[in-house]
């Protein structure tokens, strides 16, 4: 633990966030992050989905404190500290999280559990390109990458199909992976009103499930939106803009 995580964060000063269940676990789990990272939510909605108390620190990616850029290899978030060590990268968090706490999320049926960390894996990837897309400082450059995405969002439809994705009726891993892409996209659909139907059925209908949960509408800060909307118009992105109009 840092007690001076709070002390250089600005504009982003935030409490740390626990869990709201009260059950004692032998070590303390702390995620160290930047606010509006998609990466940690997926372990936050984990945690939670293990009523496992947690607790998120916060800092400014643009000006990293130093004993963050001392223990972050990649100096990239988010970190897990646990018992002296560190842990990164968000797919290696949520397996480590998934190997020590119960329930387990992950398929037990070793096939589909690969399966599932290469769809996570593809997950990664369109939050990169929902980043670029909200990114795009005109509006040629908005409607190129809202193509690419959308392209790429229907490669969902045929593992889904397929029952690829199927958890039995179980919240997966799988799901935590996805639900902040779907909480960003629920957000941008607000902002303008053709996003509205990027995602076709049944991905929609997952998307509405996964965000009815209360793990995933605790996943974030209450200020989420007036935060994000803040930082991507700071970076002068076309769409953000749009907000009001």
């Not at 709070?6 to 740390?16: F, N, Q, R, S, V």
């Not at 945690?47 to 001392?70: C, G, M, T």
Request: with cysteine.
């Amino acid at each position: 633990m840092h007690p001076e995580h709070h002390d250089t964060l600005g504009w982003l000063l935030l409490p740390k966030l626990a869990s709201r269940e009260n059950r004692v676990f032998p070590m303390m789990i702390n995620l160290v992050s930047f606010v509006l990272c998609p990466y940690v939510q997926r372990a936050v909605i984990a945690l939670r989905e293990k009523s496992v108390e947690y607790e998120v620190s916060y800092i400014d990616l643009a000006h990293p404190p130093e004993w963050f850029q001392a223990i972050s290899p990649l100096g990239k978030v988010p970190l897990l500290e646990v018992e002296d060590q560190v842990l990164f990268e968000s797919s290696v968090i949520i397996d480590y999280l998934d190997e020590v706490f119960q329930p387990r999320l992950h398929p037990m049926d070793p096939l589909r559990r690969a399966q599932h960390k290469a769809w996570i894996e593809f997950g990664s990837g369109l939050l990169v390109d929902q980043m670029e897309l909200v990114l795009a400082k005109d509006e040629t450059t908005f409607q190129q990458r809202l193509a690419h995405l959308e392209r790429e969002l229907k490669r969902l439809l045929a593992p889904f199909e397929a029952g690829v994705f199927d958890g039995d009726g179980v919240f997966s891993l799988l799901d935590a992976a996805y639900a902040p892409l779907f909480m960003r996209q629920e957000l941008l659909a607000e902002i303008r009103v053709e996003l509205a139907g990027l995602l076709p059925e049944p991905l929609q209908s997952w998307s509405d499930r996964l965000l009815a949960r209360p793990s995933v509408k605790g996943s974030l800060v209450d200020d989420f939106r007036e935060r994000y909307i803040a930082f991507f118009s700071a970076k002068g992105s076309w769409l953000m803009q749009q907000v009001g109009i």
